[in-house]
């Protein structure tokens, strides 16, 4: 069974930085691109970075580049982001899921409020 | 990179059929047979429910088809039933990004 899990998330004032982790399981974790996605309070989906399976290629959305970095540990079947100069508007509860231009596992979400 | 565009809304009764759409531009869904379909109940994580524009993941059932036609996609629920009552979002990819539709709340009357 496909899981993926969370972790990380929580509330960090304007101008301060967080590392989200993505545990996973029951796939070959190294074979596949992975991507975090993220959803403001109430509001809808939008995507937030992509990672090649080696690592070796990654693309950001236009508001996260230069602040945000996605990461992976193959031999610890690991996703990350690294997330520093947090802004207000990067409060949402971030999700990380398995493929790129195809999500057929998600992860149950990890919430990251920015507030001061 | 905009956002696709899809209806806010869109209901129908038990046993009926509901179609939304995914507008796009000729840069993302005009260009690409890379659009999904995901449904999503509230407080929960995303569920796949057609890949490649017209693909069902196994378990979901046919109930659920997807089609596009130049820059607009679109996904039919037939046989509406309670549990479709959901936010459904399009996702398309871009050529290096990915870009989610701004969703469509369905509501089975």
């Known amino acids: 069974e496909v899981q993926l899990v969370e972790s990380g998330g929580g509330l960090v004032q304007p101008g301060g930085s967080l590392r989200l982790s993505c545990v996973a399981s029951?796939?070959?974790?190294?074979?596949?691109?992975m991507t975090w996605v993220r959803q403001a309070p109430g509001k809808g989906l939008e995507w937030v970075a992509y990672?090649?399976?080696?690592?070796?290629?990654?693309n950001y959305e236009d508001s996260v580049k230069g602040r945000f970095t996605i990461s992976r540990d193959n031999a610890k079947n690991s996703l990350y982001l690294q997330m520093n100069s947090l802004r207000v508007e990067d409060t949402a509860v971030y999700y990380c899921?398995?493929?790129?231009?195809?999500?057929?596992?998600w992860g149950q979400g990890t919430l990251v409020s920015v507030s001061s | 990179q905009s956002a696709l565009t899809q209806p806010p809304s869109a209901s129908g009764s038990p046993g009926q059929s509901v179609t939304i759409s995914c507008t796009g531009t000729s840069s993302d869904v005009g260009s690409y047979d890379y659009v999904s379909w995901y449904q999503q109940h509230p407080g929960k994580a995303p569920k796949l429910m057609i890949y490649?524009?017209?693909e069902r993941p196994s378990g979901v059932p046919d109930r659920f088809s997807g089609s596009k036609s130049g820059n607009t996609a679109s996904l039919t629920v037939s046989g509406l039933q309670a549990d479709d009552e959901a936010d459904y979002y399009c996702s398309s990819y871009t050529g290096s990004n990915i870009v989610f539709g701004t969703g469509t709340k369905v509501t089975v009357l």
């Open positions: 990672i090649k399976y080696d690592g070796t290629s990654k």
């Open positions: 899921a398995k493929g790129t231009w195809t999500n057929d596992y």
């Open positions: 029951g796939f070959t974790f190294s074979g596949y691109w």
């Open positions: 490649e524009v017209n």
